[in-house]
C-alpha cells in the first residue's frame, strides 16, 4: 500500500513536472510572434506618418501664404466674417501632436505647434515625431487640408455651426472648415467686421451642410479678400 501511495505521488509529481515544462515552452514561442507583430506594426505606423507627411507639404505652403493675415468673407445679405491665420493653429487642424527635440524644449522658444509647422516647412520633420490618436481622421483631414487652404478657390458656402465650441463652417459639398472667435480664452473684435476674429479651428472631410445647426443660417460667400497686413 505504501508502494502505491509512493508509485501515485511520483505519477502525480511527474504530471506537474511535465505541466511545468510545458507551460514554459509557450512564452518564448509568444514573445517571438509578438514581437514579429511589433515589427510589422511598426513599419505601418512609420509608412502611414511618411503618407500624412507629404500629405501636409502642400498644404503648409498653402497656409504659409495666409499665415498673419486676416482673410476676410464678405457673404449676402451684409454677412462678414474676418479669420486670422496664426501659426500655431495648423498642427491641430492636421489631428496630430508632435515630439520636440530636447533642445529645442530647453532653449524655451517655440511651442509644439511651432516647432511643427516650422520643421514642415523646412522639410524636417522627422516622421518618428509626431503621433495621431486616430489615423482615420488625420488621413481624412490631411487629404483636404491643402485643397481647404487654397483660399480663395472652392469655398461656397459659411454656416452656423452645430458644436458648442466652434461658430461656424466654410466650405462646399466634400469638405470644411470649423471657425472659433476664441484665443486664448479672449476674443477680439474685428476691425473688418462687426464682429470678433475668427480663427481656423476644425477640418472635416464632410459637406458644411452637415454642419449646418438644425435652423442655423447658410451665407453664400460673394468675395474673398486676402488682407496684406503682414
Same mark, same amino acid.
Request: aromatic letters at 10%; hydrophobic letters at 30%; proline letters at 3%.
Given at each position: 500500500?505504501?508502494?502505491?501511495?509512493?508509485?501515485?505521488?511520483?505519477?502525480?509529481?511527474?504530471?506537474?513536472?511535465?505541466?511545468?515544462?510545458?507551460?514554459?515552452?509557450?512564452?518564448?514561442?509568444?514573445?517571438?510572434?509578438?514581437?514579429?507583430?511589433?515589427?510589422? #506594426?511598426?513599419?505601418? #505606423?512609420?509608412?502611414?506618418?511618411?503618407?500624412?507627411?507629404?500629405?501636409?507639404?502642400?498644404?503648409?505652403?498653402?497656409?504659409?501664404? @495666409?499665415?498673419?493675415?486676416?482673410?476676410?468673407?464678405?457673404?449676402?445679405? #451684409?454677412?462678414?466674417?474676418?479669420?486670422?491665420?496664426?501659426?500655431?493653429?495648423?498642427?491641430? @487642424?492636421?489631428?496630430?501632436?508632435?515630439?520636440?527635440?530636447?533642445?529645442?524644449?530647453?532653449?524655451?522658444?517655440?511651442?509644439?505647434?511651432?516647432?511643427?509647422?516650422?520643421?514642415?516647412?523646412?522639410?524636417?520633420?522627422?516622421?518618428?515625431?509626431?503621433h495621431y490618436p486616430d489615423y482615420r481622421?488625420?488621413?481624412?483631414?490631411?487629404?483636404?487640408?491643402?485643397?481647404?487652404?487654397?483660399?480663395?478657390?472652392?469655398?461656397?458656402?459659411?454656416?452656423?455651426?452645430?458644436?458648442?465650441?466652434?461658430?461656424?463652417?466654410?466650405?462646399?459639398?466634400?469638405?470644411?472648415? #470649423?471657425?472659433?472667435?476664441?484665443?486664448d480664452t479672449n476674443r477680439?473684435?474685428?476691425?473688418?467686421?462687426?464682429?470678433?476674429?475668427?480663427?481656423?479651428?476644425?477640418?472635416?472631410?464632410?459637406?458644411?451642410?452637415?454642419?449646418?445647426?438644425?435652423?442655423?443660417?447658410?451665407?453664400?460667400?460673394?468675395?474673398?479678400?486676402?488682407?496684406?497686413?503682414?
Amino acid at each position: 500500500m505504501k508502494m502505491e501511495s509512493s508509485h501515485a505521488e511520483d505519477r502525480k509529481t511527474g504530471s506537474q513536472e511535465n505541466r511545468g515544462r510545458r507551460r514554459s515552452a509557450s512564452p518564448v514561442f509568444s514573445s517571438v510572434k509578438g514581437n514579429e507583430m511589433s515589427e510589422a #506594426g511598426v513599419r505601418l #505606423g512609420r509608412d502611414r506618418k511618411k503618407k500624412l507627411i507629404s500629405l501636409y507639404a502642400p498644404a503648409v505652403e498653402s497656409y504659409s501664404r @495666409l499665415e498673419g493675415r486676416h482673410t476676410v468673407f464678405d457673404c449676402e445679405n #451684409g454677412f462678414c466674417l474676418d479669420v486670422l491665420w496664426r501659426k500655431h493653429n495648423f498642427e491641430h @487642424l492636421c489631428g496630430v501632436y508632435c515630439d520636440r527635440p530636447p533642445e529645442v524644449i530647453h532653449a524655451g522658444r517655440l511651442t509644439e505647434a511651432e516647432f511643427f509647422y516650422d520643421a514642415l516647412r523646412k522639410g524636417r520633420l522627422a516622421v518618428d515625431s509626431i503621433h495621431y490618436p486616430d489615423y482615420r481622421k488625420a488621413y481624412g483631414k490631411a487629404l483636404v487640408l491643402h485643397e481647404i487652404l487654397s483660399l480663395p478657390i472652392g469655398v461656397e458656402v459659411i454656416v452656423d455651426s452645430d458644436k458648442s465650441s466652434i461658430d461656424y463652417f466654410y466650405g462646399n459639398d466634400h469638405w470644411c472648415l #470649423g471657425l472659433d472667435a476664441y484665443h486664448d480664452t479672449n476674443r477680439i473684435d474685428s476691425s473688418f467686421s462687426d464682429g470678433f476674429v475668427h480663427y481656423p479651428k476644425s477640418v472635416r472631410k464632410q459637406s458644411v451642410s452637415a454642419r449646418r445647426r438644425e435652423s442655423g443660417n447658410a451665407y453664400r460667400v460673394l468675395s474673398i479678400t486676402i488682407v496684406d497686413n503682414r
